[in-house]
């Protein structure tokens, strides 16, 4: 890239605090910026490296006045360097036009304006691809699927029959939308399948992460709202509802037909049994097991999950037990000898 | 689906209560049921529901005298209704006739009748595929496997070689059969690769969910029991053992070498460490890190598992922590003053 | 196999106690040995079972006086062991020569001598293959990637564009290396997608699992050390870096930007928070959960993680704690009694 930071403010509507001129030729992250790259600083508790770093320019929130770095002022930062990085930054190669020879397109499929298909995909019949969708190299998408517009699919992706992407929908490598749910009807030592004929609903702006595999419902179906970001390597069971533009991090899992609300965070390793409900905003720490409902705006840590700060406290409580039990043998000691003191002194 | 109550119930072998001539349209849970559609109550606890459905007709264990909905007296309502949504339900296209042109069948394949193979789906040299299987699109089946009769491989498995499945197995999207076990001999501060030699059997009527991993053993072989059922995102490493009729839970973990028995239960989340032995119908709760030998019917949680009772018990007396700090405290301060007081007497 | 234990003594350079005539045929461990079979033993607490081993002929470290099955005398016996697996053992098929018809290749691509590429195969433009790779069908390779000599990638492996692996790199089943990072800017409620531009390199003698999932970086690179090996359905974030010759065992999660040293071994499940360092040789044990930065040789367990001991502590003080609370309920009575007593002597 070859870009002034006068044309980068420009194009970002920010103020820049030093030198307009001062050309820009890479992206980086403050502490490994070298000259010549752009930054970013969005945490204040970093702001001491804007005296430190060799970028060339930082995008911040308010000028500071010591830094001798050239700063672009932005309302956000890291949303900012988004844009730059999107707009300047390395380009993928461009997809190749049009759908690749060795693709297998069903019977009855209906393609959009500008779809991409790259070399062995397969879509099933009675699809519907949607205008802009990059269907990339070994993305499986089975019978009967609608895909929204803008949507990006991954190699090795498996979409199942009948599942709905809405518009603008980044699936991931490997993952898995619309396997069947676990669900078996245990009858004389026998666990017999129970069908699971339900589809999952994928909202508008979704992103799902690699080996994520969401489970399609008994019946009825699964659902993800518009503008929920799913990480790695998470397990959705069977009737999940997830709210919009909730965060569920690496690792989670989540058991059948819970129910998220809105702008829920789940953060890696925790996880839900089947059947709750929780509250929009809830907060869940790494690591946490939820095993019952949780109001909105709950915040909770730990397994059996509890609210964060009685959490933080038993954590402070369980380091100091070597410390009570010597306590209590100590006040064991004492009442003994006082005890006896007093059966003498009656005596 | 266009049906009469008394056409299931004959295809159920059930008793109507209720008319016998009402038109069932849809199949749905007592909660989401619409007008026409029929659902199940298997679970007591939501016998009230009955009174609120709007469902056409319900499969009960035993009649409501106050419901004033259709009910159908089946012995497992929950099986019972497994059966109708198979016979009645929405059924999935059927997977076209024959080996598609598209896939790769290695040297010496022995394939039985009726087996359907789709596109890209590549066989290795001399495996053999029993009959009725259903091998999906870019499925993977590795040199010198034996599958039984009438399995369902679905698009994106991986069966690495010389692993054999018995009839009627299915194995759900991105899951990989046979992978290396996790072994190395660590010498002058290098981690040299141990071959792992040995294979993966896995028995009849098995369900492995997607992106579920089994590796295959250092030498000799891994097992799955018949009727066991194991859900997404599970690791089973090498050489472990399990019994038949188990239920593995999604992102269960099992290291090297254990041995789980007959009808054991892991929850969601849960896992063992390697070379333990845990007895039959042992249950180990969502989230349990087992650590040692389980007898049989053992039921635990935590992590160091332990009794269940006694893990419940022990997060009761963790929350209760403060109050016991706050009590030993107190009885500090009272004993300092006997101690005085006692002290000042006899002064 | 047919070789006699002599011969098998000289490959190793060992020495044989016992007849070297013996006829070797097989291959098993110590329990499940056959009389024909050659084993080892790497753990002297198995030294009983040399007395009752039906097998042929083991390796060991120290020969047994009172063992009567033959020995050969070597270093390290697991080691010497992995060695006679791979020279006598049974070997897979070898993959067919070249490349592979269906193998779709892009324009710029170098192929160094020796490179065996499977069916369906795709290997992106710009890309660099190593000498003496084997590129498994179904293996999807990105643009502008760099494969170093004698790789082995697995069926369904995805690597993303412009990410490197050294030599001798082995990557297992549906494993995804380069998925885009975890990473968004809220704006009014609205996650934005920070484009994840960065890459992974990977070092020589890398070892990854089925379905584990390494991020690329936001920008730069997220890194995995030489000799380092990971299990299955692991979980890299972007930006992690991981040292050489650490062992990051199945269903871990490392968030993003944390650095592990040399020789780490994170057990099975557990995790790290994100922008930590972790020092060399440091051990996590199963399931620990790790918040806070490790020097170097720290030994942690439980979550959140403490020093090992610690925690072992703390597990036997928690569970004494149904007796300490009746200690101190025992305690307030003889108090109270005590302090009646004493009063009712002041009377």
């Not at 990059?134 to 009948?162: K, N």
């Not at 999952?200 to 008994?218: K, L, P």
């Not at 609210?307 to 410390?323: E, F, G, L, N, T």
Request: aromatic residues 4%.
């Amino acid at each position: 890239m070859q870009v002034t930071v006068g044309e980068i403010a420009t194009f970002l509507g920010g103020q820049v605090v030093g030198d307009e001129q001062r050309l820009i030729t890479g992206i980086s992250s403050l502490a490994e910026a070298a000259d010549g790259d752009i930054s970013f600083l969005a945490n204040p508790r970093y702001e001491p490296m804007l005296e430190e770093t060799s970028a060339a320019a930082v995008l911040v929130a308010k000028a500071s006045a010591s830094a001798r770095v050239v700063q672009i002022v932005v309302d956000h930062p890291d949303f900012a360097f988004a844009k730059v990085v999107q707009q300047y930054g390395p380009q993928p190669r461009p997809m190749a036009v049009g759908i690749h020879p060795t693709a297998v397109i069903g019977e009855g499929v209906e393609i959009g304006e500008d779809v991409r298909i790259g070399a062995y995909a397969v879509v099933g019949d009675g699809t519907r691809i949607g205008a802009g969708c990059r269907i990339f190299p070994h993305a499986v998408i089975g019978d009967d699927c609608w895909l929204g517009e803008a949507c990006i699919i991954h190699p090795h992706v498996t979409v199942r029959e009948r599942c709905q992407l809405g518009h603008r929908v980044t699936i991931h490598s490997s993952a898995v939308i619309g396997c069947d749910g676990f669900g078996y009807a245990s009858v004389a030592g026998v666990h017999h399948k129970i069908p699971q004929v339900g589809v999952v609903i994928i909202g508008d702006d979704v992103e799902i992460g690699s080996c994520t595999t969401i489970d399609r419902a008994r019946f009825g179906k699964t659902v993800i709202g518009s503008g929920t970001k799913i990480d790695n390597l998470v397990q959705i069971a069977h009737n999940v509802e997830i709210g919009e533009h909730c965060i569920i991090v690496a690792q989670v899992g989540i058991a059948g037909s819970t129910t998220l609300g809105k702008y829920v965070t789940m953060a890696g390793k925790s996880s839900a049994v089947g059947h709750l409900s929780i509250g929009d905003q809830s907060v869940i720490a790494a690591g946490a097991g939820v095993t019952k409902n949780l109001p909105p705006k709950a915040v909770v840590a730990g397994a059996p999950a509890q609210d964060i700060k009685s959490h933080h406290a038993q954590v402070v409580y369980q380091r100091r037990m070597p410390r009570l039990q010597a306590t209590v043998k100590e006040l064991e000691r004492r009442l003994a000898e006082l005890e006896q003191r007093v059966k003498d002194n009656q005596a």
